[in-house]
Every structure is written in C-alpha cells, then in structure tokens.
C-alpha cells in the first residue's frame, strides 16, 4: 500500500495544541505552526481502525496490558533495538514526559543535582529546575552540522550528579549518538554513580543512512546503569494516545521504580493506549518505511534550501526525526528582532531555542519538518523573506 504523505489535513478545530493554542503562546492565531512536536500526517489507517473495532464494544472500562500487548512490545524491542527483554523487565508508562517526572521522584530528593546536554527539548530543562532539583547543563558543540559532546565537561559535570537525562537520539537536531558516544556516557555515569533516563522517543525515526543504538547494548554498566522509555507516539503519530513502555534490566533499579509506579498507581494506562500502540508495532513496518523515506527528502529539501537561500543560518539538520536546529545569529539581529520577523513578517511558528538552555540559545529556533513538502517549502519561503 501506498501511504499519501502529501496530503494536507485540516487540524484546526481539533483541540491541536499546535494549530489550536497558537493564540495563547504565540499572541497569534494566523501564524504557520512549525513547532510542537507532532507531525501534520494522517495517523495510520490500521491504528485508526483498531481503535475504531474497540469501540464497537460498548464497555469501555478499566483496562490493563494484555500477554499480546506485552508480547508485540518486547517483539518491536528485539527487532529495531537488538534487546531482549521479558515480560516483568517493562512497564507501560503514560507518555515519556511523565516517565522522566516519576523517575524524578522515585530516585531524587529536592536539591540532587541533574545532568543535561543543553540545548535539548524544553521538559529536560523544567523537570528538574520545576521540581526543586539543581539543574547541571554540559553544553553541546556544533561540529560538521551535527550536536557533538564535550567529554571533559561533561565528565566534569557529572561529579556529585544523581542522575542524568539522556535524548538518544538528541532533541532538537536529530542528532544520532555513536555506540562510542554512548559507551563514554555509560562510562562516566557509571563512575560517578549517575543514574541515566534514557528517552529514546525518536529512535524509530532514525533516517535509513544512519544507525541508532538503544544505550542499554553498548555495554553491561549501561544496561545496569540506565532506565529506557520508548514509544509509538512520535513514530506513528499518535502523541495524544500517551502510551510510552519503560524497560529497566538492573533487577534493582527496576523493583525501586515499578515500585513507585504501582504504589502510587499512576501508571495503569488507558484502553486507547493499549489498542493504538499494539496496532502500530504489530502492522507499522511498511508505514515507518514509508514515512523515513519521505522525511528523508523534507531534510534534503530544508538543508538544500538553507545552504542556496539563507547561508547565514547555521543549521543541525536531523539524523533522526524531523526537528531541525536553525542559529539565525548570522543575520546580526538580537533574538528580539529574529523572533518579531519570524513570528510578525513570516507568520510562521516555531520553538524558541531559549526554552532548550537559557539565554546561551538566543537567536536559535527549533523547525519542525514533519509535514507535508508544500507546507514545509511555503514556511521555508516566508522565513527566508522575512529574513532579508
């Protein structure tokens, strides 16, 4: 079958955060919505249809995750994550965000310092500060197009940390970890008693000319060492059904947190949860294939664009995903200035890269791609005009 990724859906009246609170955090409700992270795609059909034959049932009430859902999710781990894990070694989880918080809480007290790589998606940022804990930001480098680590900061940084919160791959940029890369993190958290999140959202979404690397393979202190989220949501674009599945090989580390999960009971899921993400593990392979293909050629199209039209950004295009890292600073204008042409003159919305690190970020904007190309191309149009 022959998926239409072409296709423009009409989101507005849908309660979209992104095309339905544009007022609210923009000040604007005719702006072109580039930012929250979920793409302008059709859910796929055999999602749609599972959800639609539960419905057929005229009982919707307390649900749990059945042998099936457990079976299709370690399945899905072993095939794209070279991990075999039982049963009892995962735990659904009501989106990724939510898993960091209560990882947060079952193994960190107010004041224990956490370790990011900055700029990274915004949660990273306010779960720790939000909470009470002291917010520890290695900062990355630009090198060649792509987000690279400072290992001497960051082995610096680590010291006295309880825990650090990982994007494998990175967000925003795309960028795919080496199994070099990950091994170094594993060392250091290791040897300096650090705790790692693992959040491996975007890991299916790895563009075919690279390879992704789940953290836990690299080596045996990072499968002790690290608690892994993944999920459906972002590969099949189901954000709002919240089904996230957590595995966790460390014995103890894994009784603490499904511990806090079960006790306090904020981790049972939802009939929808279920149905959509067994749907799309069980049927989605021709789907993703389909969809990396064509997000593929939205970043040929974006780095062609910006290298031919607008030069003086310096962009991270993706590895992995669709969430483009774009530093407008060539321009000479203050982040003031950029952000007034972008939203004002373009009338296009995209993230503020100060909400992924602070001020170091001033002037950078995160560029969401996942769209349909004449959606994509019409953004790239007016921001290079409002630019001039």
Known sequence: MKYDFDKIIERRGTDSVK???????????????MWVADMDFRSPDFVLEAIRHRTEHEVLGYTFGSDNYFATMRSWLQRHYNITAAADEMHFIPGIVAGIAFALQAFTLPGDRILILTPVYPPFVNLPSGSGRTLVCSKLKIVNGRFTIDFDDLSEKARGCKMMILANPHNPGGTVWS??????????????SVIIIDDEIHADLTLPAYQHTALPTVSSEAANNSIMFFSPSKTFNIAGL??????????????????????????????????????????????????????????????????????????????ASYLAWLDFSGYGYSHEETWNRLLHRAHVALNDGTTFGGDTYRNCFRLNIGCPKATLIEALERIRDAMK
């Open 19 to 33: 095309h339905d609170m544009l007022m609210h955090y923009f000040g604007e409700n005719d702006l072109l919505p």
């Open 242 to 319: 919240s089904s996230s599945i957590c595995y966790i090989a460390n014995d103890n580390l894994r009784r603490q947190f499904f511990n806090y999960l079960d006790t306090f009971e904020v981790a049972n899921g939802n009939v929808f949860a279920f149905v959509g993400a067994e749907a799309a593990y069980a049927k989605g392979e021709e789907w993703l294939k389909q969809l990396l293909e064509y997000l593929t050629i939205n970043t040929q199209i974006t780095s062609a664009f910006l290298k031919e039209q607008m030069s003086e950004v310096k962009a991270v295009m993706p590895e």
């Open 179 to 192: 199994r070099d890369e990950l091994h170094r993190i594993a060392e250091i958290c290791h040897r300096e």
